[in-house]
T-cell receptor, first 113, second 111 residues
Framework: DVKVTQSSRYLVKRTGEKVFLECVQDMDHENMFWYRQDPGLGLRLIYF???????EKGDIPEGYSVSREKKERFSLILESASTNQTSMYLCASLNGDSLYGYTFGSGTRLTVV | DAKTTQPTSMDCAEGRAANLPCNHSTISGNEYVYWYRQIHSQGPQYIIH???NNETNEMASLIITEDRKSSTLILPHATLRDTAVYYCIVLEAAGFQKLVFGTGTRLLVSP
């Protein structure tokens, strides 16, 4: 069964900490994405990557950075966590022709205190 | 902005068919209809997609009207595990597109 695996289901971090969220996919997909999901706001795209070492900003990149050193791994970095980054973070991957839709990880619920 | 509209919530008895409607009146010729669902505290899960023909897989059936302006997702024998928020979205066939989920339909399957 194909999978997108996010390293943590729940995280609690302190304000100002540097936070790493890891995502690994085993489908050899070119495209990977980080979204955050908040009540009433739906899904919002933070960053995406269409190839190794390539990255593009989404709608809300401020306060975040990403790293894609290997095709299967896409990391989201919160440079200095703040309370307004408390959210559900979802990683997704997509194959090149996107005919079969996105595959999502289980999500990481991050709380910044 | 989401290009689809769905009812906010629906109820279904366990074992009965759940029929979830979706309006996508501005769909263009190269856009597919995709359905995802999200069980509480989990990531969205792909269910099914179609262009203009009806589609069926092990999870559900998708009925698309001839004018393609609306569709219905059918869960033939709903179970308690089907309780989730169901999202209908339209996407082009290929290439990257940002996902825009609307509010979806919250389906509650009861015993």
């Amino acid at each position: 069964d194909v999978k997108v695996t996010q390293s943590s289901r729940y995280l609690v971090k302190r304000t100002g900490e540097k936070v790493f969220l890891e995502c690994v996919q085993d489908m050899d997909h070119e495209n990977m994405f980080w979204y955050r999901q908040d009540p009433g706001l739906g899904l919002r795209l933070i960053y995406f990557s269409y190839d190794v070492k390539m990255k593009e900003k989404g709608d809300i990149p401020e306060g975040y950075s990403v790293s894609r050193e290997k095709k299967e791994r896409f990391s989201l970095i919160l440079e200095s966590a703040s309370t307004n980054q408390t959210s559900m973070y979802l990683c997704a991957s997509l194959n090149g022709d996107s005919l079969y839709g996105y595959t999502f990880g289980s999500g990481t619920r991050l709380t910044v205190v | 902005d989401a290009k689809t509209t769905q009812p906010t919530s629906m109820d279904c008895a366990e074992g009965r068919a759940a029929n979830l409607p979706c309006n996508h009146s501005t769909i263009s010729g190269n856009e597919y209809v995709y359905w995802y669902r999200q069980i509480h505290s989990q990531g969205p899960q792909y269910i099914i997609h179609g262009l203009k023909n009806n589609e069926t897989n092990e999870m559900a059936s998708l009925i698309i009207t001839e004018d393609r302006k609306s569709s219905t997702l059918i869960l033939p024998h709903a179970t308690l595990r089907d309780t989730a928020v169901y999202y209908c979205i339209v996407l082009e066939a290929a290439g990257f597109q940002k996902l825009v989920f609307g509010t979806g339909t919250r389906l509650l399957v009861s015993p």
